[in-house]
C-alpha cells in the first residue's frame, strides 16, 4: 500500500485531472471526436435530428420515415459527460451540446451523419482548462443567423463562424450594480427571437431570496457577445419557470405546469398573461405557425392567448416539423419516434431502440430539430 502522503496526492491528483462523475475513458472518447471548424454547409436536403442521453443522435433523412443512429458516445444519465437534453440548428449544420455537471462538448454536423467537435480547437475558453474541446457548462443551445448560442449556468458562449472562433459571457459581477441585489440563477435556457429583432433571449430559475418570481430574463443584441438582466414587465402573476419558444415573431412562455402562458411581441421587454392554456403538464413546442402544447390534452394556439384542442391522437412530448408538414413526436420517457402526415390525426412508430440499463435519468429523446443539411 502507498503511504499516506503519496495515497492523498495520487486521489488529489485524480481529482484535478477528471471530474468526479468523468471516467478515464470518457476523457479518451471526448479526445478520439475529431475537431470541426472547416464545416461546409451545403443546406440541399430535409433532416429530422433528435437527441438523447449518452449522446444519442438519431437522424432521418428521408422525411421521418426510416432512422439512423449516427453517433452514440456512453450510456448517460441527467448528470454527467454524456448527458443530452438539446440541438440546434442554422445555416445548414446541427449542433448538440453534451455534457452536463461535468465537461461540456458541442457536437457538429452539416450533414447530420457525421459528427465532430463543433470548435476549431483553437478557441480555449475559461471552463475548458486548457482543452479547446470543453465548452461552459449547457443546458440549452439556439441558433438564428448563423450563430449558435449555448447557455446553462453563470456563463453564456457563442460562436457565429461555424467554431471557427468563440466568445463568452460570465455573468458573474456583470451586474452588480442591479438594484435587483446579486444574480442568482441556474438552468439558463436561450432562444432565438426571429431575424426581425436578431436577438437572443434566455430564461433561468430565479435561484435567489429576492426577484421576479418566474425567474430571469436575459438578452443578447450582438448575437450572444454581451447581455443584459432584462426587467420585464407583465410577468409578476407568473408563478414558476416553464417553457419559452418563438416562432419567429411571438414569444410564448408557459408557468411551470404549463396551466398558463404570457406573450411577447417585442422580444421579451413586455408581456401580456396570463392566457389559461385548458391543459397542465404538458410540453410546449411550434409547428408552423402554432404553438403546440401536447399532454394528456393537448392544445395549440396561433396567439398564446386563445387556445383550441388539438386531436385526441396526439402524443405526449416534443413535437418537430418538417418544411412538408410531417410531424414528428418525442418524449423522454418513450424510447421510440412516432411520425404523422396528417396534422396529428393519426401516428405510426416508425423507429425504436433499446435502451442502456443505468439509473439517474431516462432514457427517452429528449429534443429535436429540422433542417437541410448535405446530401
Known sequence: MKPLPLLLASIALSFTCFAANESPEDVERREAIPFGGDFKPNPKVGAFVVVGHGARILVSKDDGKTWTQSFFAAPGADHGPWATKA?????????????????????????????????????KLPEGKGDARVMPGTWGVAAGKGTFVGSGYMTFCATSDLGQSFSSFGMWGAFKDDPRGKLSTHHVGAVYCGDASGRFL???????????????????????????????????????????????????????????????TDA???????????????????????FWLCGKKSRASTDGQTWRDLPAAVPEGKVIASDSGTLISIHPQRTNIQRSTDSGKTWQEVHQYTPPDIK?????LRAGAWGLVAP
Open 87 to 123: 440541438v440546434a440548428y442554422t445555416g445548414g449544420v446541427f449542433v448538440v451540446p453534451v455534457g452536463w455537471g461535468a465537461p461540456t462538448i458541442y457536437l457538429a454536423s452539416d450533414d447530420a451523419m457525421n459528427w465532430r467537435h463543433l470548435t476549431k480547437g483553437t478557441a
Open 202 to 264: 434566455a430564461l433561468g430559475d430565479n435561484r435567489g431570496d429576492s426577484g421576479a418570481k418566474f425567474g430571469n430574463l436575459f438578452a443578447s443584441d450582438d448575437l450572444g457577445k454581451t447581455w443584459k438582466w432584462l426587467a420585464p414587465k407583465g410577468l409578476d402573476a407568473s408563478t414558476g419557470r416553464g417553457e419559452m419558444l418563438c416562432n419567429g415573431r411571438l414569444l410564448v412562455m408557459t408557468d411551470k405546469d404549463a396551466a398558463n402562458a404570457w406573450t411577447s
Open 268 to 290: 421579451g421587454e413586455t408581456w401580456t398573461g396570463p392566457h389559461a392554456t385548458g391543459t397542465q403538464r404538458a410540453t410546449l413546442s411550434v409547428v408552423g405557425n402554432e
Open 360 to 364: 439517474g435519468g431516462a432514457q427517452g
